[in-house]
């Protein structure tokens, strides 16, 4: 069975860099699923902020892509997101989610970690 | 970006009837459209795929139609469970985007 679980800090301060792990288990990250990272927050509802290939490819969403890094760590089947110069408008539940083959749905996501930007 | 709408926002209906929602695109999206069930404190479900396949496990109460930039959720005999709220996602384009949920409870 595919599981994600993401982790990292769910307090960071304004103008900062947000960072988050996605841990894969069930299945090899080298598969050809894309892996992708998608927020939610009450102002902006569900927001796809970009994917990545375990070659490395990415592609982001054009509202965050000056401030987003998306990267991929095969020995440790895990993927990873950085968001810097947080703002307040960043606070959110992050969430990690499998999409098979680049057929553009998410089948298999982590459960979701809370992050607030505040001081 | 292509920009999803949805409607009703929310909707509240008694068990065993049946519940529409609809979902449209900003553009043509052919049948490039997902949708998704939430519930408090959960990540969103895959339901349906490819506009009207049903995922595997999922009751096939739920079922997708439409095609182009109009789309519909179809739930027919609504049941306790059901109590969600319900998302449209495109991908016909990147980014990728999702509508702003309909939420459904029982009446």
């Known amino acids: 069975q595919v599981q994600l679980q993401e982790s990292g800090p769910g307090l960071v301060k304004p103008s900062g860099t947000l960072s988050l792990t996605c841990a894969v288990s069930?299945?090899?990250?080298?598969?050809?699923?894309?892996w992708t990272w998608v927020r939610q927050s009450p102002g902006r509802g569900l927001e796809w902020i970009g994917e990545i290939y375990h070659t490395g490819r990415t592609n982001y969403n054009p509202s965050l892509k000056r401030r987003v890094t998306v990267s991929v760590d095969r020995s440790k089947n895990q993927f990873s997101l950085n968001l810097n110069s947080v703002t307040a408008a960043d606070t959110a539940v992050y969430f990690c989610?499998?999409?098979?083959?680049?057929?553009?749905?998410?089948?298999?996501w982590g459960q979701g970690v809370l992050v607030t930007v505040s001081s | 970006d292509i920009q999803m709408t949805q409607s009703p926002s929310s909707l509240s209906a008694s068990v065993r009837d049946t519940v529409t929602i609809t979902c449209q695109a900003s553009q043509d999206i052919s049948n490039y459209l997902n949708w998704y069930q939430q519930k408090p404190g959960k990540a969103p479900k895959l339901l349906i795929y490819?506009?009207?396949k049903l995922e595997t496990g999922v009751p096939s109460r739920f079922t997708g139609g439409g095609f182009g930039t109009h789309f519909t959720l179809t739930i027919y005999s609504l049941q306790p469970e059901d109590i969600a709220t319900y998302y449209c996602q495109q991908f016909g384009d990147l980014p990728r985007t999702f509508g702003p949920g309909t939420k459904v409870d029982i009446k």
């Open positions: 069930g299945v090899s990250i080298s598969s050809g699923d894309w």
């Open positions: 490819d506009a009207s």
């Open positions: 989610a499998r999409d098979p083959a680049n057929t553009g749905r998410f089948d298999f």
